[in-house]
């Protein structure tokens, strides 16, 4: 029985490269983004590939889209047994109007996708994860939202003041401490990963000058979408191993 992976903002960077190296695996992937277009796309190249995806429109920030979603997940699969919240945006990095501390615009706008929207999906498809008999959900984080980092003045991310970014991801970090309690006891595991920096569209300037490209970084995605039965769950990783909350 081939394990049913979601991956949301598949169609193209991180997304894409876990939804990949997940098919590469063996599973079925669902390539999931705003643009049915651009999923289709993306799910016909691991197609042509030899791989098993399929498209799925969902717009992360609408709970009628993410209800929808899983309905048609659950009609077609009637489980699922990997859900990656990768969808992210990180709008500060391009603002430009004047602001004290931080542009409120842009602090909605973060916090509607990376925030509510790890939320709103989580919940629409918690029922099909309960009927996975592993079922991981991987949180995609960043160590600019570790708090102990951000307070740390070693820490190569101290200087870095971005403040709906970091507290978007510091807040999904609590959801995911959270979920691990809420399904303590149960075979459902969650894991909050952070990728590094990576050559993405994220924020200008990456894709010339990340240190990691999208396939290295997704490696930590997929070890903690396929995390073993007797693996801690409610954790907090990079590629090098734990990282502080």
């Known amino acids: 029985m081939s394990t049913i992976a979601l991956v949301t903002g598949a169609n193209r960077g991180l997304g894409f490269a876990t939804a990949t190296a997940l098919a590469r695996t063996g599973a079925t992937v669902i390539i999931a983004g705003r643009d049915l277009e651009a999923v289709s796309a993306a799910a016909d190249d691991l197609i042509a590939q030899g791989l098993s995806a399929e498209p799925l429109e969902l717009d992360v920030s609408s709970s009628a889209s993410a209800t929808a979603a899983a309905e048609q997940i659950g009609a077609r699969h009637g489980r699922l047994d990997i859900l990656v919240n990768n969808a992210g945006i990180l709008p500060e990095a391009s603002v430009q109007t004047e602001h004290e501390f931080v542009d409120l615009g842009a602090f909605a706008r973060t916090f509607e996708t990376n925030v509510l929207g790890v ?62 309690k809420k399904f303590a006891g149960t075979p459902l595991k969650v894991t909050s990963v952070c990728p590094g920096w990576v050559q993405t569209d994220l924020a200008p300037g990456n894709r010339e000058h990340a240190p990691t490209t999208a396939d290295e970084a997704a490696r930590v995605v997929v070890t903690a979408a396929t995390l073993p039965e007797h693996a801690a769950s409610g954790t907090f990783i990079d590629s090098a191993g734990p990282v502080a909350w």
């Open 119 to 180: 939320a709103t999906v989580t919940e629409k498809f918690l029922p099909l994860l309960r009927r996975s008999r592993a079922g991981r959900i991987v949180n995609v984080s960043s160590t600019m939202g570790s708090l102990s980092d951000q307070a740390d003045e070693s820490s190569p991310f101290y200087s870095s003041v971005v403040p709906a970014y970091q507290a978007s991801k510091a807040a999904v970090n609590s959801m995911t401490i959270g979920l691990s």
